[in-house]
């Protein structure tokens, strides 16, 4: 609480008691809210309160005033001070401020029909059900105020029909307004993680479209997720509780995903993927959010893809080939069950300029390098240009490795489909094996023009076969690893 709202607090309760003062009736009862104590009168509070009633017939104290210590109360002295007024029927304004901590006020100090006609409990019912929950804004703004209140606003089902008539106003307005991310959306931001969810499964039940809820999940994310480091390898910098409520707070942004390619940007799940990592989230929470990224690979550009390897994980290289890996199978699984033929040629430009950033860290092992190579489909790469440039790259920052090695790295290439300007440079690069020769030069004739146009034809069908079994074993031999690593883990 402000200071400023502390003091105008401390003013009017200092009003309250000197009017309570004023009747001329000595005080007979001292309550204890907190740090704050009411110096009060037991006929008043008897006759509305079955909590007080019966703590003051419980006391065994021998003056002539009772002591009553109420150190949990609901809402504070802010709180028991209304309450108060209630009962002393002095006037005061309900409103969408204090209802909430009222309601559980009422509910604390049994301040029901019971105890006296129209008591607190039935005076705030009414206006919850007259004016609260029939207007969107109203039940947006009690139910922030209901997530101080937990527990006791969840048992007067404040919470529930909160959000029941949040539901139902979003799932109105979402018909007639084109603009989602819309008011509400802003104040929805800022609840708990787990009464944020509770909003959105009541929405999709109340007819809101579940591809929809992108950019309200990228709006909670972007508030929730504030400050994590995720663009660098430096060691985390926040405490175990903290790192465990983001966690939380992630793990459930990305299973409310909508199922719907393209719901949400590939930016956006990128950097879900980076907190991912970072956050050490479940295998399952990561697993989702690479093949969602490997089902828009063709949407993104190379910064997407430069995840780095935090130093925590052991991990020493630049970046996290792996994960990219794994993107770029779920891209290839995708494709292969479209029974799609040909790999689009921009997928193949973003992973050798991917593979060409990879190339450059003098960490990364001739293992990683080449199997990460292996994976960009022939047919995606128009020329073989981006590869020797990556190959070049890796043969310089790695100049020790032995010329079988070398060997290998080049085989990764086709110098027939070199451009003449870069073979003509790979023809004069000392850091390659002596392995061109002239039959290699793209001005050689190539087999296809020497085969009939029909065998061709049969040549290039078998060829397209043979490649997606080929992107289909690595798949599936990428997913055992992965689940060996599970199981090791």
Not at 377 to 386: A, L
């Amino acid at each position: 609480m402000s200071g400023k709202k502390k003091e105008l607090l401390s003013s009017a309760m200092e009003r309250t008691s000197e009017w309570i003062s004023s009747q001329e009736i000595p005080s007979d009862v001292t309550v204890h809210v907190g740090e704050t104590s009411f110096s009060l009168h037991k006929f008043p509070l008897v006759s509305k309160c079955g909590f007080i009633k019966k703590l003051a017939s419980k006391s065994s104290n021998d003056s002539n005033i009772t002591v009553i210590k109420l150190p949990d109360f609901p809402g504070g002295a802010e709180a028991f001070e209304l309450a108060i007024k209630f009962c002393y029927d002095i006037s005061f304004e309900i409103n969408t401020e204090n209802i909430a901590m009222l309601r559980c006020a009422a509910e604390y100090l049994e301040m029901t029909e019971e105890h006296s006609v129209e008591n607190l409990v039935e005076t705030i019912e009414v206006y919850l059900n007259e004016i609260i929950l029939k207007s969107l804004s109203k039940s947006v703004k009690v139910l922030r105020k209901s997530q101080d209140l937990l527990p006791l606003a969840e048992r007067v089902r404040l919470v529930d029909r909160c959000i029941d008539s949040i539901a139902y106003g979003v799932s109105q307005e979402s018909q007639s307004n084109e603009d989602i991310v819309d008011w509400w959306a802003e104040d929805l931001a800022v609840l708990r993680i787990d009464i944020f969810r509770r909003v959105l499964v009541a929405m999709i039940a109340r007819g809101f479209k579940r591809y929809s809820l992108g950019p309200l999940l990228m709006l909670y994310a972007q508030k929730a997720l504030r400050g994590l480091d995720i663009f660098e390898k430096e060691a985390k910098k926040m405490e175990a509780e903290q790192e465990h409520e983001k966690r939380l707070i992630l793990e459930t942004i990305v299973s409310l995903l909508p199922r719907e390619r393209n719901s949400v940007s590939v930016i956006f799940l990128s950097i879900l993927l980076r907190a991912a990592i970072y956050l050490e989230t479940t295998v399952a929470c990561r697993l989702d959010l690479e093949k969602r990224m490997g089902l828009q690979l063709r949407q993104a550009v190379i910064d997407d893809l430069l995840i780095p390897s935090y130093s925590f994980n052991g991990d020493n290289t630049m970046f996290d080939v792996d994960t990219v890996q794994r993107i770029l199978m779920n891209y290839l699984e995708f494709e292969v069950e479209g029974n799609s033929a040909d790999f689009a040629s921009d997928i193949g430009e973003l992973m050798e300029s991917y593979l060409v950033e990879i190339a450059s860290d003098k960490n990364i092992n001739l293992a990683k390098f080449i199997g990460f190579a292996e994976c960009i489909p022939k047919q995606s790469r128009v020329t073989e240009d981006g590869m020797y440039r990556a190959i070049h790259i890796y043969l310089k920052t790695h100049p020790n490795i032995s010329e079988m090695e070398k060997k290998k790295v080049c085989s990764l290439m086709d110098y027939q489909k070199l451009s003449r300007e870069v073979y003509a440079h790979a023809a004069q690069n000392d850091r390659l094996p002596e392995i061109l020769s002239d039959s290699d030069s793209p001005a050689a004739a190539t087999a296809e023009e020497t085969l009939p146009h029909l065998e061709l034809s049969s040549y290039k069908s078998e060829l397209s076969k043979l490649n997606r079994e080929n992107q289909y074993l690595k798949l599936e031999l990428i997913k055992v690893k992965m689940k060996f690593k599970e199981l090791e883990k």
